[in-house]
């Protein structure tokens, strides 16, 4: 069991920025009135990010990763998650070995 | 007026689904942090402390050694901003709730709890005891999960030899379509993606994320403006 102190670091600086987005709740609750627009940015943040982080690794790798991508979205527009990862892993091991 | 001991019941049978659901997630979060070299401890720390999914995995896609902090730190606050408005619509619900349940509730706010309790709320008076029954095993479930799945994927080696380092990129995959809301999303992904491959070209990590993530909001903005302006044309 280690611990490593930068990995640590990370960790709790994580937790603490989680934590932060969780309790400002109770400081903003009922001051809060987004417009739609505004509310539709704000839903779009985590798909955004987390396109932002697979996108190297999905678009900018090889054909073998970006085929895997395209299929696993579209198993992504009917399958439940596990489902969708194990399309996404064939896929990629069967298209590396092309 | 039901019993504290009746809610804890119900709290309990709402979230066994999404417990159960959770299993094999965080059994491939805890093996693919130990492909990246993270050490069980730190596997279980993250998951307790942290305790968000979607932002764990994205720390993990994005850790190395020496730790980016950063870049995970950021990429953490950007994916769960969401809890902002969350807590915000479910601080008012917490009235029976004490300051220290609050706060020790709110900590572990997830996106499913969340919706289970807001669901809750529409019915029934929002109680500790609901909230706790439901909160408690999910945390626990998924620390320990977790946990296991790191120990799993320390004795199984390189993920890269069965195609499991795409695990990451399938389930952020499912997850944005988790997140769907028709054509804005569409946008989104569009430019999120585009904006952080060519970065991730032309400048290298880790400023694909904060590129990727602001084209994906500000294309966001631009498409949700459009689509009010397309219902206030029909209207």
């Known amino acids: 069991m280690s611990l490593d102190a930068l990995n640590l670091l990370a960790i709790l600086g994580m937790a603490l ?11 903003l609750a009922g001051r809060l009135d987004l417009s739609p ?62 | 007026m039901p019993s504290a001991f009746d809610d804890a019941r119900m709290g309990l049978s709402d979230i066994w689904p999404a417990m159960l659901a ?51 730190v950021f990429s953490t606050l950007l994916i769960n901003a969401r809890h902002v408005l969350m807590s915000a619509s479910l601080a008012p619900k917490l009235r029976d709730f004490s300051p ?35 909160t408690v095993p999910f945390v626990v479930c998924f620390v320990g999960v977790a946990t296991l799945g790191s120990l799993i994927g320390a004795a199984l080696g390189d993920p890269r030899r069965f195609g499991a380092d795409f695990a990451f990129t399938a389930i952020f995959i499912a997850l944005v379509a988790a997140f769907w809301k028709g054509r804005v999303t569409a946008w989104t992904v569009a430019a999120a993606g ?33 689509e009010h302006a397309r219902v206030e044309a029909q209207a």
């Open chain 1, 17 to 27: 920025v989680t934590c932060a987005t969780r309790l400002a709740g109770l400081a």
């Open chain 2, 22 to 72: 959770a299993v094999p997630v965080a059994l491939l979060f805890g093996a693919l942090a130990a492909g990246k070299g993270l050490s069980p401890l730190e596997v279980a720390l993250m998951s307790a402390l942290v305790f968000a999914g979607g932002a764990q995995f994205a720390a993990v896609e994005l850790w190395a050694t020496p730790a980016p902090i950063g870049a995970l």
């Open chain 2, 194 to 226: 585009l904006a952080s491959a060519a970065t991730y070209k032309l400048a290298g990590p880790p400023w694909h994320v904060l590129a990727g993530a602001l084209c994906g909001l500000a294309a966001a903005w631009w498409a949700a403006g459009r």
């Open chain 2, 100 to 134: 220290g349940q609050r706060l020790g509730g709110l900590y572990y706010m997830a996106d499913e709890n969340w919706a289970l309790a807001e669901k809750r709320a529409r019915t029934h008076r929002l109680t500790p005891a609901y909230w706790f029954a439901m």
């Open chain 1, 37 to 98: 627009r505004a509310q539709a940015a704000f839903d779009a943040i985590p798909p955004a990010v987390l396109i932002a982080v697979i996108a190297p690794g999905a678009l900018a790798t090889g054909w073998a990763e970006t085929g895997a991508a395209l299929l696993t979205a579209l198993a992504a527009t009917r399958l439940p998650v596990l489902g969708v990862v194990a399309v996404g892993v064939v896929a990629v091991v069967a298209l590396r070995a092309l």
